[in-house]
């Protein structure tokens, strides 16, 4: 069985340095030492590291040796396939897991900007087999942890990386391990939660699409640090591929004694189990995916206690987010110490966005913390299409709030978000242009989460429910004098006094348009008048002189709203017009305007 | 051992706490009665309404005072004036999705919802606008539930799952248009609600109110076909006194009569003899049991709640159930035989209304296993709360009337009927004649203080001539689930079993008059005092014996016989068939 795969490089500079008759030698040190089975030698092209000529990599691991002689190979080969021990002297590079990228696809623009450890792997390796997990050093940091840390190591080791969580509160994860291993049971759990529910946001379903062991190491080794014996990978039924990939990593994994009774020949036992969620957007929140799990409605509850005190079934529990259980891998083979020097002073390691909207590369991207807005939407994202001006940029997903343009240098991580009124979040990110009313963008949003409320407490459940009557009724050009402060009244309170998070992000959306584009505000309630022109209630449409008769427009019209008087143009009732657009988009002759209202209240009185 | 001691300021004064504790918790021993609105201390924490939050210096939102623990060095304020507007809002806005029908609604002026919002300042709105609009459930002969008025406290779901074990509620759907509702949405006759009546009791506004027969009995009453006779079960007498503002704790059963009399019953009898009629039969099934002909443990069957949880959750316990029929039943059977006999009237001519503290009654009437001749024993039951109402709504002075006697041949009831209201007094009763019954001997010892109190599941042994008799009692559905658990796992642990539906027995029925405004609804103190004024009357008597009630010997002799005769089984016993509505999950399926 093939252990290792020795690819020497046959590119003309170490093709000149006689690397061919190394492949000679290796093969008859191989034979020397009966491991020739266990062993495929490779010629490659160019490595393009011609300097350290002739190269030769190892792998799995991809450890690089260079500058070698004949002399040199005998040694290499006993240490590192016999021994196990890569020799240090020779070795000009080793893997750095987030270069793995670059080394397949290379230096693109847009992953230039990027550092990407969460999705390392993700588009490299076969997500379904185990094998070339392995190859990337996979469960490496698993051994390592079994054999040569104890749990204390492990909690010691992430609390120095600064890992925070990155389902959005970003509480440490070190912390919240920590708290978890103190407690005294015999029975804990850990929980990966998968239960990505912010719409446009995909990152957990990518990352457990395109490398599902790391997910399944990444809590193998939380287990072990806190002491669980059962994991629970709660996802959402939506997430189809994902599941199948995950199950099959974990039917892998067990096969390969990752996972199950006495893993890789310790004492240390854990499994996982994959739990279906309904898709609720309120099971992302811990206490209701509890409950779901439990078996009960998918409801929070108050804490303290805290899950890590009394969790699942009452028992301390660990609840992480996908993105940072992919992260713990990477941190206890490259170290605390590199984990922590990437990222700005309170907020360590990177975090994947998933860029939506009016943007030109919309996607996921993974950037260190500290890159500023504009640097993911101009440099990454590549700006906004048409030329259009650039509004604003939601972060968060939908209990986000909405950054206008001073806000584009702000360096991304937890606190800098939440100063300027947003959050982080899952890591949501909606860039807004000068088309989008920020009064309906702020109703969209709210609808969702008003929508999604679990109905427990009555800020979230009522209020968010009368926040919404209000904007609709705004955008419908019927806002009243005191509207905007009645918002910011009950969505203040709604913040301060709901029960989970939900509630108490729900009316972000708001207030941040509210603060940001209040004029906008004004311009609804005062003036009648959408400047974006989204607002169905304050625009009309008219059909001008151009119009031939064609009667297209009266075709498509779906609630009879057009008619043709004779002998002229066509013309529109204006009580009957329910502002669907359809005319105006079928026309072909220019002949239908948008008209938007504007009351001048001065002029009237 | 003593609790550690933790410093905490409230609105800037400093206290000395027991740690352990939640802020709500703190505050109240402190005299701070912080408004709440989902809380309910024999229920867990919710943390819904949002009503009870406080501000704790440090934490960047409010906390809810109910769930919060109470920590060292803690600064909370209790009404700052952010505060007072945040609750202030929170009240409006479930006000603003609750029916503006306060002036027709039963609850009002006893609803905790309008006293609150009163108490929070609301006198205008801010925030109005859709309304919630869901048709009520009128199916039930029991229970009605009306959705519109629901605040979603949670209340009525947690004691149906926590206290009762029934789980006949729970929230369906999400945001504004969450509902608490049965399983799949079903008529609540068809669920496996027991009809208890405990959600009436703790629901804080009028989204569970008891079926009203008020109205069909107030017409009922001024028809002149009938001959009109009223029961009134032993408790109602222990808790009416507390919808015309008497205390917790005062036996008003004198003041109740005068009061039917004047209402337009012809007689009214007392459910206590037939209590005592209970217990000859009970006793005497007993030690025929105990004799070895039939099942042990014998369990009681009073409490109809019980009745319908035993048919749907536990069928196999069918032959360890009394076949005894209720007091109500029994009396029931007895006024449309015995005693139309008496009177020379046709059964059909005689309107047998049952007072009772208890919503289950309702159900347990329209029965038809207990017909008498394809007849109801039993026409109309009123609760306690529709009695009070309707003493009100004739003008009848209840305050100040001159309590009048029950009348006779069923006046007439033994200390030991009395208990019948009170958790564990049906054991205690038939314990005191059951000895007799076996020994010939008197028991001179007959308070069984054990039996008593409000401890979840009590238990005594007796001895009887040489043989150790082990008893047990339960009261809430919850705690009489517990027992059967132990029970299934030994059945030969006890003799006899006393379960009662609600908690505290029938006192802390579903049927009892709503908590005042300075109180909790099944309040432990006051189903104490209810126990209490019972236990008080049980003292005062002279005969306290079930068999000594010369009434009941009477019966005997003119009617029935003897215990468990041939006229005893037409009348006054019964059989019971397992159920199975839908939402109750089948063994087999239990199993896998």
């Given at each position: 069985?093939?252990?290792?795969?020795i690819?020497?490089?046959?590119g003309?500079s170490?093709?000149?340095?006689?690397?061919?008759?190394?492949?000679?030698?290796?093969?008859?040190?191989?034979?020397?030492?009966?491991?020739?089975?266990?062993?495929?030698?490779n010629?490659?092209g160019?490595?393009?590291?011609?300097?350290?000529?002739?190269?030769?990599?190892?792998n799995?691991?991809?450890?690089?040796?260079?500058?070698?002689?004949?002399?040199?190979?005998?040694?290499?080969?006993?240490?590192?396939?016999?021994?196990?021990?890569?020799?240090?002297?020779?070795?000009?590079?080793?893997?750095?897991?987030?270069?793995?990228?670059?080394?397949?696809?290379?230096?693109v623009?847009?992953?230039?900007?990027?550092?990407?450890?969460?999705?390392?792997?993700?588009g490299?390796?076969?997500?379904?087999?185990?094998?070339?997990?392995?190859?990337?050093?996979?469960?490496?940091?698993?051994?390592?942890?079994?054999?040569?840390m104890?749990?204390?190591?492990?909690?010691?080791?992430?609390?120095?990386?600064?890992?925070?969580?990155?389902?959005?509160?970003?509480?440490?994860?070190?912390?919240?391990?920590?708290?978890a291993?103190?407690?005294?049971?015999?029975?804990?759990?850990?929980?990966?939660?998968?239960?990505?529910?912010?719409?446009?946001?995909?990152?957990?379903?990518?990352t457990?699409?395109?490398?599902?062991?790391?997910?399944?190491e990444?809590?193998?080794?939380?287990?072990?640090?806190?002491g669980?014996?059962?994991?629970?990978?709660?996802?959402?039924?939506?997430?189809?591929?994902?599941?199948?990939?995950?199950?099959?990593?974990?039917?892998?994994?067990?096969?390969?004694?990752?996972?199950?009774?006495?893993?890789?020949?310790?004492?240390?036992?854990?499994?996982?189990?994959?739990?279906?969620?309904?898709?609720?957007?309120?099971?992302?929140?811990?206490?209701?995916?509890?409950?779901?799990?439990?078996?009960?409605?998918?409801?929070?509850?108050?804490?303290?206690?805290?899950?890590?005190?009394?969790?699942?079934?009452?028992?301390?529990?660990?609840?992480?987010?996908?993105?940072?259980?992919?992260?713990?891998?990477?941190?206890?083979?490259?170290?605390?110490?590199?984990?922590?020097?990437?990222?700005?002073?309170?907020?360590?390691?990177?975090?994947?966005?998933?860029?939506?909207?009016?943007?030109?590369?919309?996607?996921?991207?993974?950037?260190?913390?500290?890159?500023?807005?504009?640097?993911?939407?101009?440099?990454?994202?590549?700006?906004?299409?048409?030329?259009?001006?650039?509004?604003?940029?939601?972060?968060?997903?939908?209990?986000g709030?909405?950054?206008?343009?001073?806000?584009?240098?702000?360096?991304?991580?937890?606190?800098?978000?939440?100063?300027?009124?947003?959050?982080?979040?899952?890591?949501?990110?909606?860039?807004?242009?000068?088309?989008?009313?920020?009064?309906n963008?702020?109703?969209?949003?709210?609808?969702f989460?008003?929508?999604?409320?679990?109905?427990?407490?009555?800020?979230?459940?009522?209020?968010?429910?009368?926040?919404?009557?209000?904007?609709?009724?705004?955008?419908?050009?019927?806002?009243?004098?005191?509207?905007?402060?009645?918002?910011?009244?009950?969505?203040n309170?709604?913040?301060?006094?709901?029960?989970?998070?939900?509630?108490?992000?729900?009316?972000?959306?708001?207030?941040?348009?509210?603060?940001?584009?209040?004029?906008?505000?004004?311009?609804?309630?005062?003036?009648?008048?959408?400047?974006?022109?989204?607002?169905?209630?304050?625009?009309?449409?008219?059909?001008n002189?151009?119009?031939?008769?064609?009667?297209?427009?009266?075709?498509?019209?779906?609630?009879?709203?057009?008619?043709?008087?004779?002998?002229?143009?066509?013309?529109?009732?204006?009580?009957?017009?329910?502002?669907?657009?359809?005319?105006?988009?079928?026309?072909?002759?220019?002949?239908?305007?948008?008209?938007?209202?504007?009351?001048?209240?001065?002029?009237?009185? | 051992?003593?609790?550690?001691?933790?410093?905490?300021?409230?609105?800037?004064?400093?206290?000395?706490?027991?740690?352990?504790?939640?802020?709500?918790?703190?505050?109240?021993?402190?005299?701070?009665?912080?408004?709440?609105?989902?809380?309910?201390?024999?229920?867990?924490?919710?943390g819904?309404?949002?009503?009870?939050?406080?501000?704790?210096?440090?934490?960047?939102?409010?906390?809810?005072?109910?769930?919060?623990?109470?920590?060292?060095?803690?600064?909370?304020?209790?009404?700052?004036?952010?505060?007072?507007?945040?609750?202030?809002?929170?009240?409006?806005?479930?006000?603003?999705?609750?029916?503006e029908d306060?002036?027709t609604?039963?609850?009002?002026?006893?609803?905790?919802?309008?006293?609150?919002?009163?108490a929070m300042?609301?006198?205008?709105?801010?925030?109005?606008?859709?309304?919630?609009?869901?048709e009520?459930?009128?199916?039930?002969?029991?229970?009605i539930?009306?959705?519109?008025?629901c605040?979603?406290?949670?209340?009525?779901?947690?004691?149906?799952?926590?206290?009762?074990?029934?789980?006949?509620?729970?929230?369906?759907?999400?945001?504004?248009?969450?509902?608490?509702?049965?399983?799949?949405?079903?008529?609540?006759?068809?669920?496996?609600?027991?009809?208890?009546?405990?959600?009436?009791?703790?629901?804080?506004?009028?989204?569970?109110?008891?079926?009203?027969?008020?109205?069909?009995?107030?017409?009922?009453?001024?028809?002149?076909?009938?001959?009109?006779?009223?029961?009134?079960?032993?408790?109602?007498?222990?808790?009416?006194?507390?919808?015309?503002?008497?205390?917790?704790?005062?036996?008003?059963?004198?003041?109740?009569?005068?009061?039917l009399?004047?209402?337009?019953f012809?007689?009214?009898?007392?459910?206590?003899?037939?209590?005592?009629?209970?217990?000859?039969?009970?006793?005497?099934?007993?030690?025929?049991?105990?004799?070895?002909?039939?099942?042990?443990?014998?369990?009681?069957?009073?409490?109809?709640?019980?009745?319908?949880?035993?048919?749907?959750?536990?069928?196999?316990?069918i032959?360890?159930?009394?076949?005894?029929?209720?007091?109500?039943?029994?009396?029931?059977?007895?006024?449309k035989?015995?005693?139309?006999?008496?009177?020379?009237?046709?059964?059909?001519?005689?309107?047998?209304?049952?007072?009772?503290?208890?919503?289950?009654?309702?159900?347990?009437?329209?029965?038809?296993?207990?017909?008498?001749?394809?007849?109801?024993?039993?026409?109309?039951?009123?609760?306690?709360?529709?009695?009070?109402?309707?003493?009100?709504s004739?003008?009848?002075?209840?305050?100040?009337?001159?309590?009048?006697?029950?009348?006779?041949?069923?006046?007439?009831?033994?200390?030991?009927?009395?208990i019948?209201?009170?958790?564990?007094?049906?054991?205690?009763?038939?314990?005191?004649?059951a000895?007799?019954?076996?020994?010939?001997?008197?028991?001179?010892?007959?308070?069984?203080?054990?039996?008593?109190?409000?401890?979840?599941?009590?238990?005594?042994?007796?001895?009887?001539?040489?043989?150790?008799?082990?008893?047990?009692?339960?009261?809430?559905?919850?705690?009489?689930?517990?027992?059967?658990?132990?029970?299934?796992?030994?059945?030969?642990?006890?003799?006899?079993i006393?379960?009662?539906?609600c908690?505290?027995?029938?006192?802390?029925?579903?049927?009892?008059?709503?908590?005042?405004?300075?109180?909790?609804?099944?309040?432990?103190?006051?189903?104490?005092?209810?126990?209490?004024?019972?236990?008080?009357?049980?003292?005062?008597?002279?005969?306290?014996?079930?068999?000594?009630?010369?009434?009941?010997?009477?019966?005997?002799?003119?009617?029935?016989?003897?215990?468990?005769?041939?006229?005893?089984?037409?009348?006054?016993?019964?059989?019971?068939?397992?159920?199975?509505?839908?939402?109750?999950?089948?063994?087999?399926?239990?199993?896998?």
């Amino acid at each position: 069985m093939i252990r290792y795969v020795i690819t020497l490089c046959d590119g003309p500079s170490c093709m000149q340095k006689k690397s061919k008759e190394l492949q000679e030698i290796i093969e008859k040190q191989l034979d020397n030492l009966g491991v020739r089975q266990k062993v495929q030698i490779n010629l490659s092209g160019c490595l393009g590291m011609c300097a350290k000529g002739p190269v030769m990599v190892i792998n799995p691991g991809y450890t690089i040796y260079g500058n070698i002689s004949e002399k040199d190979v005998p040694e290499i080969i006993e240490s590192h396939i016999v021994k196990k021990k890569p020799l240090a002297k020779f070795i000009v590079d080793q893997d750095h897991l987030f270069n793995r990228f670059y080394r397949v696809f290379g230096d693109v623009n847009f992953f230039g900007k990027q550092m990407r450890i969460v999705l390392r792997n993700c588009g490299i390796i076969d997500p379904e087999n185990i094998n070339d997990y392995l190859s990337v050093r996979g469960y490496e940091a698993l051994a390592k942890v079994l054999t040569d840390m104890s749990p204390k190591d492990i909690i010691a080791e992430i609390k120095k990386s600064g890992l925070r969580g990155r389902g959005g509160a970003g509480f440490p994860t070190g912390f919240k391990w920590e708290l978890a291993a103190s407690e005294e049971s015999l029975e804990k759990y850990i929980i990966c939660n998968a239960d990505e529910g912010d719409p446009g946001a995909f990152m957990d379903r990518s990352t457990i699409e395109g490398d599902p062991h790391t997910v399944i190491e990444g809590m193998i080794i939380g287990a072990y640090a806190v002491g669980a014996k059962k994991g629970i990978i709660y996802i959402r039924a939506e997430y189809p591929l994902a599941i199948k990939r995950l199950e099959k990593a974990i039917n892998d994994a067990r096969q390969h004694k990752f996972l199950g009774d006495d893993i890789l020949g310790t004492k240390f036992c854990f499994d996982i189990e994959i739990r279906l969620g309904a898709g609720a957007f309120v099971c992302g929140e811990e206490t209701a995916l509890i409950h779901s799990i439990e078996g009960s409605r998918g409801m929070p509850r108050p804490r303290p206690p805290f899950p890590s005190v009394s969790g699942l079934f009452d028992k301390p529990t660990v609840i992480n987010n996908v993105e940072t259980l992919a992260n713990i891998p990477v941190i206890i083979l490259d170290g605390a110490k590199w984990f922590s020097s990437i990222g700005t002073e309170k907020s360590k390691g990177t975090k994947v966005f998933a860029l939506a909207g009016k943007i030109n590369n919309t996607g996921l991207v993974e950037v260190p913390m500290g890159t500023t807005l504009r640097q993911i939407i101009y440099d990454i994202g590549g700006g906004i299409p048409n030329n259009k001006k650039f509004k604003a940029v939601q972060t968060g997903g939908p209990s986000g709030g909405c950054l206008p343009e001073i806000y584009l240098d702000t360096k991304i991580d937890y606190e800098s978000l939440l100063a300027a009124g947003s959050i982080m979040g899952s890591g949501g990110m909606i860039v807004i242009d000068e088309d989008s009313c920020m009064v309906n963008i702020a109703r969209f949003f709210l609808e969702f989460t008003q929508n999604e409320s679990c109905g427990k407490c009555t800020p979230c459940r009522e209020g968010t429910k009368r926040m919404f009557e209000i904007l609709t009724r705004i955008t419908q050009g019927k806002g009243k004098e005191g509207d905007i402060e009645k918002l910011e009244r009950l969505g203040n309170m709604i913040k301060k006094s709901s029960l989970c998070g939900l509630g108490q992000s729900a009316p972000n959306p708001v207030l941040s348009t509210i603060k940001n584009f209040r004029e906008e505000y004004i311009e609804h309630i005062n003036y009648k008048k959408c400047r974006a022109g989204q607002c169905q209630g304050l625009f009309n449409f008219e059909i001008n002189e151009k119009c031939i008769g064609c009667g297209v427009c009266k075709k498509v019209c779906p609630n009879q709203a057009i008619f043709a008087s004779p002998k002229s143009k066509y013309q529109i009732i204006q009580d009957k017009c329910i502002k669907c657009g359809l005319c105006f988009k079928v026309c072909k002759f220019n002949a239908i305007n948008k008209i938007l209202k504007e009351v001048n209240l001065w002029k009237r009185n | 051992m003593e609790k550690k001691l933790v410093l905490v300021h409230i609105d800037d004064r400093p206290y000395q706490v027991e740690a352990g504790q939640t802020i709500m918790q703190a505050a109240d021993k402190l005299g701070y009665h912080i408004p709440r609105l989902c809380y309910h201390p024999k229920i867990s924490i919710e943390g819904a309404c949002r009503v009870c939050i406080v501000e704790v210096e440090g934490m960047k939102n409010f906390v809810a005072s109910c769930a919060f623990p109470i920590a060292d060095g803690m600064k909370i304020r209790t009404h700052t004036k952010e505060l007072r507007t945040a609750r202030r809002d929170i009240v409006e806005l479930i006000l603003d999705n609750h029916p503006e029908d306060c002036h027709t609604c039963e609850r009002d002026g006893i609803c905790e919802l309008q006293r609150l919002a009163y108490a929070m300042g609301l006198r205008h709105r801010h925030f109005e606008g859709e309304k919630k609009d869901y048709e009520k459930d009128l199916s039930s002969t029991a229970v009605i539930r009306d959705p519109n008025k629901c605040i979603l406290c949670g209340r009525c779901v947690r004691i149906c799952s926590e206290v009762q074990k029934v789980n006949a509620l729970g929230h369906a759907y999400r945001g504004f248009k969450t509902v608490v509702m049965p399983a799949y949405d079903m008529p609540f006759k068809d669920s496996v609600c027991t009809t208890c009546g405990q959600c009436i009791n703790v629901c804080p506004t009028a989204a569970f109110v008891e079926k009203n027969y008020t109205q069909e009995l107030f017409e009922k009453l001024q028809d002149k076909k009938f001959v009109k006779i009223a029961q009134i079960a032993p408790s109602v007498r222990a808790a009416i006194g507390e919808a015309f503002g008497f205390p917790p704790g005062r036996a008003m059963h004198l003041e109740t009569v005068a009061c039917l009399k004047r209402l337009g019953f012809d007689y009214v009898f007392d459910t206590q003899l037939t209590a005592d009629l209970t217990i000859m039969e009970e006793a005497s099934e007993f030690l025929e049991r105990l004799g070895g002909k039939g099942k042990l443990p014998m369990i009681t069957s009073c409490s109809s709640a019980w009745m319908k949880y035993m048919e749907q959750f536990c069928p196999d316990l069918i032959e360890n159930i009394s076949t005894c029929k209720s007091p109500m039943s029994m009396m029931g059977a007895l006024l449309k035989s015995y005693f139309a006999q008496k009177i020379k009237k046709n059964p059909t001519d005689i309107l047998s209304v049952a007072v009772m503290c208890c919503t289950a009654k309702k159900y347990e009437a329209a029965r038809p296993e207990l017909e008498i001749d394809s007849l109801r024993a039993v026409d109309i039951v009123v609760t306690t709360r529709e009695i009070a109402w309707m003493i009100k709504s004739a003008g009848i002075d209840f305050v100040n009337i001159k309590g009048e006697q029950f009348d006779e041949p069923l006046g007439i009831s033994s200390g030991a009927g009395a208990i019948f209201g009170a958790t564990g007094g049906v054991m205690e009763a038939a314990i005191r004649t059951a000895y007799e019954l076996y020994t010939g001997e008197t028991l001179m010892d007959i308070e069984l203080n054990d039996l008593r109190g409000l401890s979840g599941i009590k238990e005594g042994k007796i001895n009887i001539d040489g043989k150790e008799i082990r008893v047990a009692v339960a009261h809430g559905l919850g705690n009489a689930s517990e027992l059967l658990s132990i029970i299934r796992k030994d059945p030969d642990r006890f003799h006899f079993i006393e379960i009662m539906g609600c908690p505290g027995g029938c006192i802390g029925g579903g049927g009892q008059p709503y908590a005042g405004s300075n109180s909790i609804p099944l309040d432990e103190e006051c189903l104490r005092k209810r126990a209490q004024a019972l236990y008080d009357i049980d003292r005062g008597k002279t005969i306290r014996r079930s068999h000594e009630n010369p009434d009941v010997q009477k019966i005997y002799k003119e009617f029935l016989g003897r215990p468990l005769g041939a006229l005893s089984h037409k009348y006054l016993h019964t059989h019971y068939k397992p159920k199975e509505p839908r939402g109750i999950i089948p063994e087999e399926i239990k199993a896998r």
